[in-house]
């Protein structure tokens, strides 16, 4: 694990000071836009202004390795349990004869668990030691199993089902033994298995496409929510600092704008993309089944609409940023703004648990502001199907198009009105006009 | 380099108020060019327009006779009102931004960058950040991102404001220096003897309208004749106040500004200072740009 996580966090580091060695490089050999038009050149400046500054910050390293953590417990902490599991601890007051011995460790077998038996002197002692937590089951003379609390239908413990299969193991030697059948006989009982159940409905969500849906939708939710912040709040911070109106003077607002964004937009994508490798290195390095069935294309999937999320909020908190001057102004802003976002979270949340998503959320995933959410869980559920991904995927695309074109029209009017927060009423109406 | 910008028609409304109303006026290279005006006589939206920075109704700027767009824009080098640079960025890595975006190549903006923190005397500031720097600093590196380029125009609003002497020294010559050199530079102050030191030529405005533009010893000599007289033991300059002809423009420590009808001879009021005492100064005057100023805006 720890093998993993460095060499994810090294491959981080390395990508990102070649990446900027080669910049420094190539830049400084040749004159400016030597192959680029003035406006990518420009838009190439802004955005690896913003690169820079983001990498730079402690909120950005802290906040990587914060996110690391978790997804590094969120793996190996199921393989942990799943790898090691915990013995039964089973007290024996009296004798226990070898069928009957032999019934309970065919049962913890049975529960994928191993078993330890405690020789207890009395009732008493086996009950102060069910309570002390010393053994998980005592049996009694062979006649009699005791547990400390009493267990409920839907207790699905290792315990739980312990109990659960040595009761009736138990039950059917003491049957087999009271019928007095032949050895021959007993040894076919023995031998008996359960017929499969063949169900028509699908069964629930398996363990490991959940695990990705919800570190895939948490990773959504992390990142949109920082991100467009960083963005509500940068192009917030060069208008009050009014270095606007010294950027303006040489660069077009969309150039500003787009740089920005997409500068903003490169650090979330790199910072994804080296979660998702240091979940993926980090998973087969324990040997977690994250990446059986179809978790791995829940990942990818969460990838591409992490990007076309940040794309569609991006102009929009770009907008909002621009109407505002102060910091107190920005908290008011953003608050509606992420509405949609914690909507399509929680919405998501509640679906990937459950095997069979309602029709109001197969319609979130194709409106643009839910999607990025619902899509991938969808996914993750195999609800969808190619040409259902991709209708969605232009559905947000498109409109992504027409909220750029508004926001910048709103950003140009806002960025430099100053003395208050600008109202969306005066711009929208100028930027129609 | 030779060139001439045009401000032709400026008009801006706000709502019902009017910020540039059909405002003209052009500026030379190789002067510097004041620009003065009472507050919100449109001085900052003038500039801002020349940047873009603001929407006009009505008007156009021009350089060298063609339409200002985003290529000539990116030659020019403003100075706004509000300083405006990033406060956590380090100063050299900000200017160097900066210069990049108005075309500079890296090595270029890096080594323009060096010579003029060396030039402001701010190099050691180089690695700090700019909030670090004290306002003096702040707008020395301002300036430096209005330089750094080589502008052909340079458009500066207020630059010598909140200045101690040594700064409006050291922002003065650099300005006077950028005019020799060819550039068209027009600055915007509220300090009227600084602008009479630094500039050839003013322009000045209110109401979003010219009211005089021309060259500060133009306007200097134009105007009714101006002496400035002392007679010894009439401090309140009573010997003048029954002179035809003759208004009191001011009088300190006994001696009197006065300002001379065009049909009265200087000789007939050095003969009514005579008369009233010994006469101990009797010098003309030129017009100071305040006065020139405060006669244009009545």
């Not at chain 1, 955005?47 to 990587?64: H, L, N, Q």
């Not at chain 1, 040595?166 to 023995?190: C, D, F, R, Y």
């Not at chain 1, 509405?339 to 959320?361: K, R, V």
Request: glycine share 10%; with cysteine.
């Amino acid at each position: 694990m720890r093998g993993g996580l460095i060499a994810a966090v090294l491959a981080v580091v390395v990508i990102v000071r070649v990446w900027g060695r080669r910049r420094r490089r190539t830049t400084g050999q040749r004159q400016t836009h030597g192959g680029l038009g003035p406006f990518t050149s420009d838009v190439g400046l802004v955005a690896a202004r913003e690169m820079r500054e983001r990498f730079r910050g402690k909120i950005f390293r802290v906040g990587t390795l914060l996110i690391l953590a978790v997804v590094a417990a969120a793996i190996v902490i199921p393989t942990l349990d799943n790898g090691k599991p915990e013995p039964q601890r089973v007290g024996l007051v009296g004798a226990l004869s070898a069928p009957l011995r032999a019934a309970v460790v065919s049962s913890a077998k049975s529960v994928g668990t191993t078993v330890h038996f405690v020789s207890v002197a009395d009732e008493e002692a086996a009950h102060a030691d069910l309570r002390s937590g010393r053994v998980d089951l005592a049996i009694v003379e062979g006649r009699e199993l005791v547990v400390n609390k009493p267990i409920g239908s839907t207790d699905i413990s290792t315990t739980a089902q312990f109990v659960d299969a040595v009761s009736k193991n138990l039950g059917i030697v003491e049957a087999v033994e009271a019928a007095h059948l032949t050895a021959a006989q007993s040894s076919e009982l023995a031998g008996a298995r359960a017929l499969p159940v063949h169900s028509l409905q699908p069964g629930a969500v398996k363990g490991a496409t959940h695990t990705t849906s919800l570190i895939g939708l948490v990773l959504i939710f992390v990142m949109l929510s920082q991100y467009n912040t960083w963005i509500l709040i940068g192009v917030m911070e060069e208008k009050s600092s009014r270095v606007i109106e010294v950027l303006l003077a040489a660069v077009r607002p969309i150039q500003l704008l787009t740089g920005k964004v997409l500068g903003i937009g490169l650090v979330a994508f790199v910072q994804a993309s080296a979660i998702v490798v240091f979940a993926l290195v980090l998973a087969k390095s324990v040997g977690s089944d994250l990446l059986h069935g179809t978790a791995p294309v829940v990942l990818a999937s969460t990838l591409v609409w992490l990007v076309l999320g940040y794309a569609f909020y991006c102009w929009v908190y770009a907008a909002a940023g621009s109407l505002a001057e102060r910091q107190d102004q920005v908290q008011s802003l953003a608050f509606p703004l992420s509405l949609p976002i914690i909507f399509g979270y929680i919405m998501a949340l509640t679906a990937a648990g459950s095997a069979s998503p309602s029709s109001f959320f197969k319609v979130l995933a194709y409106l643009p502001p839910t999607a990025p959410f619902a899509m991938p869980v969808l996914v993750g559920l195999g609800k969808v199907t190619w040409w259902e991904f991709l209708a969605s995927a232009l559905i947000s695309i498109v409109c992504t198009v027409g909220v750029a074109r508004l926001a910048t029209g709103i950003y140009r009017r806002a960025i430099l009105r100053t003395g208050g927060r600008v109202k969306l009423r005066d711009v929208l109406t100028r930027a129609a006009g | 380099m030779s060139g001439l910008l045009e401000l032709e028609g400026l008009t801006r409304r706000y709502g019902t108020l009017t910020a540039l109303d059909g405002l003209s006026f052009s500026v030379p290279t190789g002067q510097v060019v004041g620009f003065l005006g009472p507050n919100g006589a449109g001085k900052t939206t003038t500039m801002r327009a020349v940047f873009g920075l603001t929407d006009l109704d009505a008007g156009m700027v021009r350089w060298n006779g063609a339409p200002v767009g985003q290529a000539e824009r990116r030659r020019f080098g403003y100075m706004p009102e509000e300083r405006g640079l990033y406060p956590a960025m380090r100063v050299a890595e900000q200017l160097e931004y900066l210069g990049r975006l108005h075309g500079m190549s890296a090595i270029d903006a890096q080594a323009a960058t060096t010579t003029w923190l060396e030039r402001l005397g701010i190099a050691e500031r180089a690695d700090s950040k700019v909030d670090a720097l004290s306002h003096g600093n702040q707008q020395r590196v301002q300036l430096v991102a209005a330089l750094l380029h080589g502008p052909e125009v340079l458009i500066l609003d207020e630059p010598l404001a909140g200045l101690d002497p040594a700064g409006i020294d050291a922002i003065g010559g650099v300005l006077a220096e950028q005019a020799r050199s060819g550039c068209c530079v027009l600055f915007s102050s509220h300090q009227l003897d600084q602008v009479e030191d630094l500039c050839e030529s003013v322009t000045i405005i209110d109401h979003g309208r010219l009211v005089v533009t021309g060259r500060v010893d133009d306007l200097a000599r134009s105007g009714p004749r101006r002496l400035v007289v002392r007679v010894e033991g009439d401090r309140d300059a009573s010997w003048a106040r029954g002179t035809a002809g003759v208004t009191i423009s001011e009088v300190d420590g006994g001696a009197a500004r006065l300002v001379l009808d065009p049909s009265v001879e200087s000789e007939s009021v050095l003969r009514a200072a005579m008369a009233a005492g010994r006469v101990t100064e009797f010098v003309f005057e030129r017009r100071r740009l305040s006065e020139v100023f405060r006669e244009a805006l009545k």
